[in-house]
């Protein structure tokens, strides 16, 4: 009984990993074929740390920690929107939900995984920079990432949404920039503000519940996918309301206060 027990315990094993060799051998992922997925993801993570290092130490030595660490999630997504736009069927962006995913697909989830570790530690190790939805939004984002590596699939759901979460997020990061050079109350502050509540409506107001939708309504994403876009849906709304609140704020109001000046 147990020499049977053993054998069919032999011959699943045997077909798991002739399984995930062959979703390797037809669906490649990772920059070096040498390493394993948690390998590559550490070793991005360590290079987006000494990407940080470089600027706060010897490039922007004399401005501040928070400067540093949001000039990194600039480059970031200088590196990952253009790449997740490479990656789309434009005839049907979403064709592909909870199927296997590509080689490019694979490659973007570990350069953002490893760029979302080292994010969630540096926010975590700078007090002005700790922030309690960014961590549970970074955490979310992870598992989901994580899943989509070490399954892969689901590639083109994760890749989707990291670019509707990435086109906001330069002008996000240059409102602090604009606070760091003293540049509030400015036009430039204006122009930003009001191309960061655009972007940030359309990505995820507008676009973001076709893909949250898309991806319920499949049967094929696992259950903690399906969770995930919940989840991250909840609260991109959470965040859409602070922003709405405060083009409301410095438009809405800042003018109203200008016109009784005058």
């Known amino acids: 009984m147990v020499k049977q027990q053993q054998q ?25 074929p040498e390493l394993d997925v948690v390998s590559e993801v550490l070793l991005l993570t360590v290079g987006w740390a000494l990407l940080f290092i470089v600027l706060r130490f010897f490039v922007f030595s004399k ?14 997504c200088l590196v990952v929107f253009p790449l997740a736009l490479q990656t789309l069927n434009w005839s049907d962006p979403l064709g592909n939900v909870g199927g296997i995913s590509t080689n490019k697909e694979g490659r973007i989830l570990e350069i953002s995984s490893a760029y979302f570790i080292y ?21 979310v984002s992870l ?10 699939t689901d590639g083109n759901e994760l890749v989707v949404c990291l670019a509707l979460v990435e ?16 540049l509030t109350g400015t036009a430039v502050e204006m122009a930003n503000n009001l191309l960061f509540a655009a972007t940030f409506t359309v990505a995820r107001v507008v676009f973001g519940p076709i893909l949250t939708y898309k991806t319920i309504a499949s ?25 709405a609140r405060m ?6 109001k800042g003018r109203g206060r200008k016109a009784k000046k005058t």
């Open 8 to 32: 069919q315990l032999e011959l699943l094993l045997a077909a798991v990993t002739e399984k995930s060799a062959e979703i390797r051998r037809t669906h490649p992922g990772g920059f070096f």
């Open 63 to 76: 401005l501040s920690y928070d400067f540093n660490n949001r000039l990194v999630s600039v480059i970031h």
């Open 143 to 152: 598992l989901g990432m994580g899943w989509g590596l070490f399954s892969h």
């Open 219 to 243: 049967t094929k994403p696992p259950l903690p996918i399906k969770i995930g876009a919940g989840a991250l849906q909840v609260v991109s709304t959470y965040w859409w309301y602070l922003v």
């Open 119 to 139: 994010d969630l530690i540096g926010c975590t190790l700078d007090a002005s920079t700790r922030d309690i939805s960014m961590s549970v939004h970074h955490i």
């Open 167 to 182: 086109i906001s997020n330069p002008c996000m990061h240059t409102r602090e920039f604009i606070k760091e050079f003293g």
């Open 247 to 252: 083009v409301y704020y410095k438009v809405v």
